[in-house]
């Protein structure tokens, strides 16, 4: 029997199962991570919500979101429109519904790397179907601390989506790359421009995903067919369409704005922070030690980090005779271009930036032969890891964002209660006790949404207020809210 007709009776006898293996891998993943799902809404979740509630007033069509500039700075008509339609209209912002959908998706993304991940092997070393193998990446990968955030936040379904769309397209290249005759194999490889399309519509940092496959295309060894050439090249195209459409709709950026582009000492900083981030160290940590708290950052930080690096020791040990130098090199060039997008911003660095490089972790730990206690130390570091980091973020009062999502929800409870139907012909001036409270509110937002009224008649201070009718103040504290319904004077206060 021939290399060829091995392979193909291979895949004949695996249709689907590699998939239902990652998905069992990462459901494992996910049911640790399933205390989440009660967090609050918070921030940034209200401006979706607001924006998407005002689209709906105005009588928006949905494919407005395709052709129109963003309110924000960035063009992700899937993710930060049309998603946010549905939560919207169809979900009425229920958190619970919200999260659920957040750890569906992460399922998916993460079975989907699964399944990546035993293509990639059937490549590398072909006559094995390499299902435990798509157990193994989604597993590992589903157990990264990265997660903690897009799970613990709404408004991660930006991230969550594009992982998703990443994967299966990868998935489609793969299938290109396999060269079967099989029928999902067929569909799987058409399906790759599309999906490359939907992630880039849900992230921008999407576009190194082609380098990152390019990567593992050498590290296969795997000539190029007449399937996988012109797949790449249609892909291609659409990228670049891509890019032409968002650099027209995306509004640009301010000087002064976390997320603007620098080329000096941030590089060097966001390059650290994205190691750190790699290595399982959270941010809640890093910003512990800048606080001065050093004991307690060194510890959190300096212990999950020597965790994860044995782990990433074994791991690497273990996969060294499958994937040697090459295969090795080509996993680590696949996370640096993942990573480059998020080396040029002026301050903003966050942990889910590393999720789409944290595939080659994924492909890693599939490619470990997993026999015996030569994965389990390794897994069970990881574990470890992962319970340590959901663990402490559940009970550290600050910085960790789950008490942050539970006062914000408390305190628009209040804003509730206290203000009544009294304000609904009124404006409302909001203040803060400082920035950050009124972040964790979602701004006006927050009070908007929960008022369903029009952010706009809510005003921040150091607006203009309007002096023809009486206006509601509310004031944030981090003990309370105080509510008066009055006139507001020319000075501003009450």
């Not at 939907?198 to 060894?221: D, F, H, R, S």
């Not at 706009?456 to 309370?480: F, Y």
Request: one cysteine or more; aromatic letters at 10%.
């Amino acid at each position: 029997m021939t290399i060829v007709e091995e392979r193909k009776n291979i895949t004949e006898r695996r249709s689907g199962s590699c998939l239902i293996y990652g998905i069992a891998g990462a459901l494992l993943a996910a049911l640790l991570w399933s205390p989440l799902l009660t967090t609050p809404l918070w921030q940034d979740d209200y401006v979706f919500l607001t924006q998407a509630r005002g689209a709906a007033w105005d009588g928006k069509p949905l494919v407005s979101a395709f052709v129109e500039k963003p309110e924000r700075f960035f063009w992700r008509p899937l993710s930060t429109n049309i998603y946010w339609r549905f939560a919207s209209g169809i979900l009425k912002g229920n958190s619970l519904a919200l999260h659920g959908i957040n750890l569906f998706i992460f399922l998916l993304a993460a079975g989907v790397l699964g399944s990546v991940t035993a293509a990639f092997m059937r490549l590398v070393n072909p006559g094995k179907e390499h299902r435990e193998a798509a157990f193994r990446a989604s597993f590992v990968y589903g157990l990264h601390g990265a997660f903690f955030l897009p799970l613990a936040w709404a408004s991660g379904i930006q991230e969550l989506l594009a992982l998703l769309f990443s994967a299966l397209a990868l998935r489609g290249w793969m299938a290109c790359l396999e060269r079967t005759p099989e029928t999902m194999d067929r569909i799987l490889a058409a399906f790759t421009a599309p999906a490359l399309l939907a992630a880039l519509l849900c992230k921008e940092g999407v576009a190194m995903l082609p380098l990152g496959a390019a990567a593992l295309t050498v590290a296969t060894g795997v000539r190029l067919n007449r399937r996988a050439l012109s797949i790449g090249m249609v892909s291609g195209a659409v990228l670049f369409l891509w890019f032409v459409v968002h650099l027209a709709l995306s509004n640009p950026i301010e000087p002064d704005s976390p997320y603007a582009p620098r080329f000096g000492v941030n590089i060097i900083r966001n390059g650290a922070l994205l190691g750190l981030f790699f290595m399982n160290v959270p941010r809640e940590a890093i910003r512990l030690l800048s606080q001065g708290r050093i004991l307690s950052g060194a510890i959190w930080g300096g212990g999950l980090f020597l965790l994860h690096g044995a782990a990433l020791f074994l791991l690497f040990r273990g996969a060294w005779k499958t994937l040697r130098m090459r295969g090795m090199i080509c996993l680590g060039i696949f996370a640096l271009a993942a990573a480059l997008p998020y080396l040029a911003p002026r301050w903003n660095c966050y942990p889910y930036y590393i999720l789409l490089g944290l595939f080659s972790w994924g492909i890693l730990a599939g490619a470990h032969p997993g026999r015996g206690r030569r994965f389990l130390v390794p897994a069970f570091l990881i574990l470890a890891g992962a319970m340590i980091t959901l663990g402490i973020q559940m009970m550290l009062p600050y910085p960790s964002p789950l008490p942050r999502a539970g006062w914000a929800e408390e305190t628009l409870e209040e804003i509730e209660r206290k203000t009544g139907e009294g304000i609904r012909d009124r404006a409302i001036f909001l203040r803060a006790e400082d920035e950050n409270h009124l972040a964790a509110i979602g701004w006006n937002k927050g009070i908007a949404w929960r008022l369903k009224i029009s952010p706009e008649r809510i005003l921040l201070e150091g607006e203009e207020l309007p002096r023809e009718k009486g206006i509601v103040n509310i004031s944030v504290r981090h003990d309370g809210v105080t509510v008066q319904k009055g006139v507001i004077p020319e000075s501003g206060n009450d």
